[in-house]
């Protein structure tokens, strides 16, 4: 099956830094990579879709500038969560799906294992 | 801005008996998606309805998407501690970019 892996699994950084996120799909090509934000017990809030070779859509609300999506290639894009606040700190989980086909049908959203920031 | 609410938000039950969590809107989507997610993963997905009143079962767990495609309730049987998790339903988000959207979540406790 595919899979997709985030590096890191956990950081805990100083207000003011910032951060760099890796989400890899590691058996397949992903023209379109999503970065979702999770707080605890709360569900899974949309934050961008990334498309390799062009930049970003943000959804409504969230800042661009704040949180920089680079999709490098077919395999890697990378979020990075610049001047960390600590309200910042959350679990923030990348998805990647394949070149063809709608969603839901042969091609599915394949999830990371998500990443922890803790902003201190 | 499509809307997914979930029931019961939290449900603690004992080994061995049933549940059904439910999902609804008030938009009709060409498919929706049921996906559990445990503590410090991502979620995983476990099925995908496409048809109106499409019933799938895996296992001990039960999927219905609704006759007019607006809702879905997944039914589980003789819950066991492994059913533990996050239950989230998700469906095509009518925005493009094949974005998704996420139910408010439905957190299920088993006890043993």
């Known amino acids: 099956g595919a899979v997709v892996s985030q590096h890191p699994s956990w950081v805990i950084c100083k207000s003011g830094t910032s951060v760099k996120i890796e989400c890899r799909s590691l058996d397949f090509q992903a023209t379109t990579m999503f970065w979702y934000r999770q707080f605890p017990k709360q569900s899974l809030m949309l934050m961008a879709t990334s498309n390799e070779g062009s930049k970003a859509t943000y959804e409504q609300g969230v800042e661009k500038d704040k949180f920089l999506i680079n999709h490098a290639s077919l395999t890697l894009s990378t979020l990075t969560v610049t001047s960390a606040h600590p309200e910042d700190s959350s679990f923030y989980i990348c998805?990647?799906?394949?070149?063809?086909?709608?969603?839901?049908?042969?091609?599915?959203?394949?999830f990371g294992p998500g990443t922890r920031l803790t902003v201190l | 801005t499509q809307l997914l609410e979930q029931s019961p938000q939290f449900l603690s039950i004992q080994e061995g008996e049933n549940l059904t969590v439910y999902c609804n809107s008030s938009s009709v989507f060409s498919s929706l998606q049921w996906y559990r997610q445990e503590p410090g993963e991502g979620p995983v997905l476990l099925v995908t309805?496409?048809?109106?009143?499409e019933v799938k079962k895996l296992k001990r767990l039960t999927f219905q998407f609704g006759d007019a495609r607006k809702d879905s309730s997944l039914h589980i049987t003789a819950a066991q501690p492994g059913d533990t998790g996050l239950y989230l339903c998700a469906a095509p988000n009518s925005g493009g970019y094949q974005k998704v959207t996420f139910g408010t979540g439905t957190k299920l406790q088993v006890i043993p």
């Open positions: 998805s990647a799906r394949s070149f063809r086909g709608h969603p839901f049908s042969t091609d599915t959203q394949y």
């Open positions: 309805v496409v048809t109106g009143g």
